[in-house]
């Protein structure tokens, strides 16, 4: 479960330049719940921060609902794709092939949902605004065990510049993104957890 921690905490995209005016109104659920229900597809550079405090760099590729994929760059040989209902973590050193874990078990599940809706009671446990940002704690309602992912937006226009992962035991996983490239085409087969096992055996 460590590296599944070490990925699913790792889920932030991007607080580079986090150039909002300082006068930015706080962020409301409903206003945060449509951005996320209109990002359908994304890609951008990230940066990961795991709970040991040693840094990941690599790219995202998002497609709503229920799919992203992290290519983490050299020297790194990961990889995690989630696609179908399940999260695969790929890594090379390893001869037992991907370890693989139900995508709705993971804090993900909360923004990859077909419809998110922050408004829903005890979805959101926490929501801040530092006049620059807007910062919201989110868990699963149904199963708070399964960890919570915070979520931190710039206003004007809305965007998701990061979030932190606290998985069941209290570790966390930062992922900072660069700028987010929205609304291209995306192809399914980087989802395509069966397809990816078949590439890394050959």
């Known amino acids: 479960m460590k590296q ?15 150039a909002a005016p300082s006068h930015a109104q706080q962020l409301s659920l409903a206003a945060i719940s449509q951005y996320l229900n209109q990002l359908q597809t994304a890609t951008g550079e990230f940066t990961q921060i795991n709970s040991d405090g040693t840094i990941s760099t690599g790219t995202i590729y998002i497609k709503r609902p229920g799919r992203v994929r992290f290519e983490y760059a050299p020297p790194e040989r990961s990889l995690v794709v989630a696609g179908g209902g ?6 090379a050193r390893s001869n037992d092939g991907p370890d693989r874990y139900p995508l709705n078990q993971t804090p993900l599940s909360v923004i990859l949902a077909r419809n998110v809706d922050l ?16 910062t919201v704690t989110a868990q699963d309602p149904d199963n708070p065990e399964y960890g919570t992912i915070q979520l931190v937006f710039t206003s004007d226009p809305v965007e998701l510049r990061q979030w932190v992962i606290t998985d069941d035991l209290g570790e966390q996983t930062t992922v900072i993104l ?4 929205t609304g291209g085409n995306i192809r399914d087969i980087l989802f395509n957890i069966q397809a990816e096992m078949r590439s890394w055996q050959n």
Not at 178 to 181: I, P, Q, S
Request: overall charge negative; hydrophobic content about 50%; aromatic content about 2%.
């Open 4 to 18: 599944l921690r070490l990925l699913l905490l790792l889920v932030p995209l991007g607080l580079a330049a986090l």
């Open 119 to 134: 408004t829903r009671a005890s979805m959101v446990t926490g929501q801040t605004s530092d006049g620059t940002t807007t």
């Open 86 to 91: 399940q999260v695969a973590i790929f890594d």
């Open 178 to 181: 660069g700028d987010l490239a």
